[in-house]
C-alpha cells in the first residue's frame, strides 16, 4: 500500500470534540443549541439516519427534537410546521430527512425553511450563497470532504480536481468548495466518455455517483488524493464505497476509506452547522 489513509473516524472525533466545547460556551450564556428533525413516513434507511443524528447530537450537547409524521401527511400541514420552526428562536437548525413521501415537493418544502436555519444546506438561498462566496450553510458531505482535504494540509491553488457525479447536495456544491481554493475544477458524470482519461489527470478525484468500483487503479494518476463518497452494497453484501479500494490504495497518495471515511464526517458536520446557527443567532 502507498496511500496513506485519512481517517474519518478520527477526524469526525476532533470535530465533534470541538462542537461540544463550543456548546459548553453557548449554554454559559444561557442558549440551548437546538436541532429540529423532521422525519415524515416511515421509510425504513431514514429511520437509521435520524436515529444516528438525534444520538450525535445528544452526545455533544445540542439538543434534537425529532418530530414523526404519518406518511400520508398533507403538505399544506408540513409547510405550516416548518413556518412555526421558522418563527421559533428556540430552535436554531432545521433538517428535513429526504425521502419525502411521492406527493410531496421535496424542492418546496426545502425552500419552506429559513435559510438561517437550514443546516443540511439544501436551500437555493444556500447553494446561492456558496456559489458567490458569502457566509451560509454548506451541504454537509461535501464540506466534511473539504475538512479532510484541510485535516491533511492539502493545498488545493493550481491543482486539478476531478468531480464524478453531479448532485446538487454533493458534486455541485464540492465543485463550488474546490473552485473557491483556487483548483482547476473538472465535474464529470458517470457516463463522460473515458472517463480514466479524465480521472488520470486528476491532482484530486472525488467519485459521488453510488457505483461499485467506478474507480479503478488505472483511473488513478500516482500520489493523488482520492475521496469516496460512495455508499453501496458489494455483491457479497458488505458496504463499500465508489472506489475500488484494494488496487487504488496502491497507486494513490492519500485514500479516504468506507466506512469510516466520508460517513462520519457528514454526520460531524451536520453538528458543526447546527451549532453555528446558534453562534450567529446568539450574535
Ligand atoms: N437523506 C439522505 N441523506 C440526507 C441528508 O443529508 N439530509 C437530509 N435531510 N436527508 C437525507
Redesign the pocket.
Known sequence: MTAQLIDGNALARQIRADVSGRTAALKARGIQPTLAIVLVGDDP??QV?VKHKVNDSSETGLVANLERYPADMAEADLLARIHALNDDPAVHGI?????LPKHMDSHQVIEAISPAKDV?G?HVASAGALMVGQPGFW???PHGCMKMLESIGYDLRGKHAVVIGRSN?VGKPMAMMLLAQNATVTICHSATADLGAMTRQADVVVAAVGKVNLLTADMVKPGAVVIDVGMNRNAEGKLCGDVDFAGVKEVAGWITPVPGGVGPM?RAM?LANTLEAAERAAG
Not at 433538517?95 to 425521502?99: H, K, R, S, Y
Request: some cysteine; proline content about 12%; charged content about 5%.
Open positions: 434507511a431514514s439516519y433538517l428535513v430527512q429526504l425521502p443540511d439544501f451541504p454537509c458531505t447536495i457528514t451536520l
